[in-house]
């Protein structure tokens, strides 16, 4: 048996104490200052000291319980070898007042058991005293001897070392942990295209560098990710925050999954060069990324993937596939395209989005853990949540190596009820049909109150696309949790927010736009552009659109 086989500081205490019995006692305990069991330096004093690891030739003994916290009293030896670093030798416990005084019962107790000599040493490393070591005789052996003395001291100092690697390891790895999970979404944003179910599992020997998130797009879109940095402790949690971050700002631009991961790709890139050392063979990092988009109205889902294991579709059959898209290189690599693939999923599909902790493992290959996955899925009726707990039950041992992210999200459509669109010709007297159509489904929604904003709004964009875009155009109105507004044209120019000047004739356009909607913007399509808009939607009790109305006064110089 060794000691130091772990870098857990309890399972080094009871290895410890382990080791010496029979040996060289009957009985040895542990007891650690309380702070050191969480990695943290120990107190002052002896109090507050955890019996951390005991063991002993025989159960029935009167010493203190093991996790027992324990003061202890200036006069004994385990507070004056706290206190002084040295060990002390008690070779009659029945003469000792001082080893009495800490507990008269529980001390007579121990006598009448025929505990009858003690050994106290400091567990002590880098010049501070974590805690004492203490080994016990009974009646069946004879009393500890000065050379006694120094063959616990050899063996308690050589523990030591072993115990505070294992506590600033748990130091480094509860500090990894809280930054990791800091960094993670707390909660999910609300959304109505998926129901998303997410599990996070840090591993035991390290954190790494997983990470997922749940990114509403215009248009009641959403996009779903996971990634995993290669390599454990703070720098991977580090990294992480910074990539999930950066998906965060691209995701803003509203770009195809491959161009997410294209900025992904440069970004580590340029991560990379910044902490590299002047060989350049120092801070390199690795990681993985997958970014899907789904849109509940037309049931498509485009994913790209860097380097990660693809994902699982359940369909509402209960069957389960491996969706088949291009690998990409991982992040960081450079020079290589990413490719996107689109799907068409049935509404009640489950889309499965994992990192490689999940189904890798030592004692099983690669595609071992994907056929266990695939099981665990496959056949059921069961929710996100559910399937979250039976995969990780499936998969995952009871000390996982690897962390593990998990996402499951179910698919749903937003139904032709709630989707109303129409094709515009390039001609200014189509304006006045369109505002007259999008007030009518307005009224058809119970959503007249915002009539006057929403037909300000498609005149001026529609008018826009006419001036000075192209054909085809069309308009799409999207009853979501918000209100949303579309008009898409077959140009690719962008257009630009500026202020007019009291004397211009023009240039208010999309600065009515900006002021009655609460968010506004472009994305790119393959044919052209879309320049959306969004409102909120009105509380029952709410009156009349007077925000939109005190955007026309205010664009027109009026007072709010």
Not at 3 to 19: C, K, P, S, W
Not at 115 to 127: C, D
Not at 163 to 188: C, F, G, K, M, W
Not at 523 to 545: C, F, H, N, S
């Amino acid at each position: 048996m060794g000691i130091g086989t772990t870098l857990d500081v309890t399972r080094t205490a009871e290895e410890l104490a382990e080791v010496a019995v029979p040996r060289f006692a009957d009985f040895v305990t542990v007891d650690l200052a309380d702070p050191v069991l969480n990695g943290d330096e120990p107190g002052d004093g002896a109090e507050g000291m955890r019996r951390a690891a005991l063991s002993g030739i025989r159960a029935d003994h009167p010493l203190y319980p093991l996790g027992r916290l324990i003061d202890f009293v200036p006069s004994t030896p385990q507070a004056r070898v706290f206190a002084g670093g040295r060990p002390e030798l008690v070779t009659d416990l029945s003469g000792s007042s001082g080893w009495y005084a800490q507990d008269p019962d529980r001390a007579s107790r121990m006598l009448d058991y025929g505990v009858h000599s003690l050994i106290t040493a400091p567990i002590q490393a880098r010049g501070v005293v974590l805690g004492v070591a203490n080994f016990w005789r009974s009646q069946e052996s004879g009393a500890f001897d000065e050379e006694d003395l120094s063959l616990a001291e050899e063996l308690v100092t050589r523990a030591a070392v072993s115990i505070d690697n294992a506590r600033r390891y748990t130091r480094e790895h509860a500090l990894a942990v809280t930054l990791q999970r800091s960094l993670l979404p707390h909660a999910l944003p609300e959304q109505d295209a998926l129901e998303v179910a997410h599990r996070y599992l840090p591993a035991q020997s390290g954190v790494s560098g997983d990470w997922f998130d749940v990114i509403p797009l215009p248009g009641a879109r959403v996009a779903l990710v996971v990634g995993d940095v290669v390599g454990h402790g703070l720098h991977a949690a580090a990294t992480m925050g910074r990539l999930r971050t950066a998906v965060h700002n691209f995701s803003t631009l509203d770009l195809p999954p491959d161009e997410i991961l294209g900025h992904l790709d440069d970004l580590v890139g340029r991560i990379d060069q910044d902490e590299s050392g002047p060989h350049g063979d120092a801070g390199i990092i690795g990681a993985t990324c997958l970014y899907a988009i789904y849109d509940p109205v037309s049931r498509r889902c485009s994913v790209a993937r860097a380097g990660h294991p693809p994902p699982a579709l359940l369909r509402p059959d209960g069957g389960v596939e491996f969706l088949d898209l291009p690998a990409g290189p991982p992040l960081g690599l450079g020079g290589m395209p990413f490719e996107t693939a689109e799907f068409d999923l049935a509404e009640g599909s489950q889309l499965v989005l994992y990192t490689d902790g999940l189904i890798e493992d030592r004692t099983r290959d690669f595609d071992v853990g994907m056929e266990m996955l695939r099981r665990a899925l496959a056949g059921s009726d069961r929710t996100p949540e559910e399937n979250c707990r039976a995969a990780l039950d499936a998969l995952l041992p009871a000390r996982p190596k690897d962390d593990v992210a998990l996402l499951i999200a179910r698919t749903k459509v937003l139904g032709a009820d709630r989707v109303a669109d129409w094709d515009v010709p390039a001609d200014p007297a189509a304006v006045a049909g369109m505002r007259a159509a999008v007030s009518g489904k307005l009224d058809e929604w119970g959503l007249s109150e915002l009539a006057f904003g929403t037909e300000l709004v498609f005149s001026e964009l529609i008018t826009n696309a006419i001036r000075y875009a192209s054909e085809p155009i069309r308009v799409r109105l999207l009853r979501d949790r918000s209100l949303v507004c579309e008009v898409a044209d077959g140009s690719s120019t962008s257009p630009h927010l500026r202020y007019a000047a009291t004397t211009d004739e023009g240039g208010r356009g999309l600065f009515l736009v900006a002021r009655i909607a609460e968010r506004w913007g472009t994305r790119y399509t393959p044919g052209g552009k879309v320049i959306w808009a969004e409102q909120p939607l009105p509380a029952p009790a709410e009156g009349p659109d007077a925000r939109a109305r005190s955007a026309v006064d205010a664009a027109a110089g009026a007072p709010p």
